[in-house]
């Protein structure tokens, strides 16, 4: 094999590096599209890559190559990989299929589990509201989904501000959202290098709602009024056994305050959202005009993913050509 092999082993952590920029700059859905393509396909051919590595340490087992009527003194001789690599691939190839099975299997129970508790909730409707003080919203995977939002997230809105929310969560609903972290979750599983690009879907995701919600009620403004104020009522009113993630939320909200404050000067802008959480980028975002499509972001993304495709192929074929030129040596 050629050192071309490692390609995919490195191009995801020019992924990573850039998922945050094309999170922001492109429009959300075509962000989450891309960014969810890419880590699924960057983890199946880094996955493919390691298994490839580990086959070339396989295939010198002496018994391995008597079943395969290979050279055993030519393979050895002329081994398409490092054994020290190979065997290293081999143990990190046994790593990420184990994390991999675990995450999907607890992935797997969540949306279930997920779907049992949208089954059992009160009324035909898609909308549930629930007698629960602590503010709150959340759309629950299915087909279709159910939205659940309770009774103290509904006071904490104005009635505009509520039918934002609203929006938003159908949006997730419609969109079947879920589907998209969930495979980038499982991606970043099979090669954690690719948490950047998960973590870069689940905002995209949140960002592709308030862009609907914003359309719906025509009113970008209101739109991140509604996010900031949701988002406060959720740290003001912790649910129990949630207090840790509520103080986060807390934290965070003091930047979205800060956010606010500034574009109300005028100096908001995606510059100074470096560094920011969530929350203050979303509502940034939404006083901002919308992000347009960039077919040069977009085409030097697609290139990364062709380029370790294309690496896969190509080591996969020169090990098959190995094995045939073992195959011969013995037969002659």
């Known amino acids: ?13 020019l992924a990573a590096a850039s998922a945050r920029h094309i999170a922001s700059r492109l429009p959300p859905s075509v962000a989450t599209w891309l960014l969810a393509g890419a880590a699924v ?15 070339s340490a396989v295939i010198q087992i002496p018994l391995v190559a008597a079943l395969g009527d290979m050279s055993l003194s030519m393979v050895q001789r002329h ?47 898609q909308l549930v509201v629930i007698p ?3 503010a709150d919203a ?7 989904g159910r939205i659940v939002v309770t ?29 998209f972290t969930v495979a980038a979750y499982l991606a970043a599983a099979a090669n954690p290098l690719l948490r950047p690009l998960a973590a870069a879907v689940t905002y995209t995701v949140e960002r592709w709602a308030d862009e609907r919600a914003a359309a719906d009620c025509g ?10 104020r949701a988002a406060l009522a959720s740290a003001e009113r912790p649910r129990s ?21 500034s574009a109300a000067l005028g100096i908001a802008g995606m510059a100074a959202m470096r560094g920011a959480g969530p929350v203050p980028r979303r509502v940034a975002a939404l006083l901002a005009p919308p992000p347009r499509f960039r077919p040069l972001l977009v085409a030097a993304i697609a290139a990364l993913v062709l380029i370790s495709g294309v690496s896969v192929l190509d080591a996969a074929a020169s090990l098959h050509a190995f094995v045939e030129l073992a195959q011969a040596h013995l037969a002659s």
């Open 41 to 55: 396909a960057l983890a199946a051919g880094s996955t493919a890559v390691l298994g490839l590595l580990a086959l």
């Open 132 to 134: 629960d003080g602590a």
């Open 241 to 261: 056994g949630r207090h840790g993630p509520a103080r986060t939320a807390a934290g965070t909200l003091q930047s979205t305050a800060g956010t606010l404050r």
């Open 219 to 228: 009113d970008r403004a209101l739109a991140a009024r509604a996010v900031a």
């Open 151 to 179: 009774a103290g997230m509904l006071d904490a809105l104005a009635p505009a501000e509520r039918r934002v929310l609203l929006a938003h969560e159908r949006a997730h609903a419609a969109g079947r959202h879920y589907l």
């Open 1 to 13: 094999m050629h050192l071309v092999v490692y390609l995919p082993l490195a191009v995801p952590l």
């Open 79 to 125: 081994d398409p990989a490092s054994l020290s690599a190979a065997i290293a691939a081999g143990v990190l190839l046994a790593a990420v299929t184990a994390a991999a099975t675990r995450a999907a299997w607890r992935r797997g129970r969540a949306l279930a589990s997920a779907a049992r508790h949208a089954r059992c909730l009160p009324g035909p409707g």
């Open 138 to 144: 959340y759309t629950l995977p299915g087909w279709p």
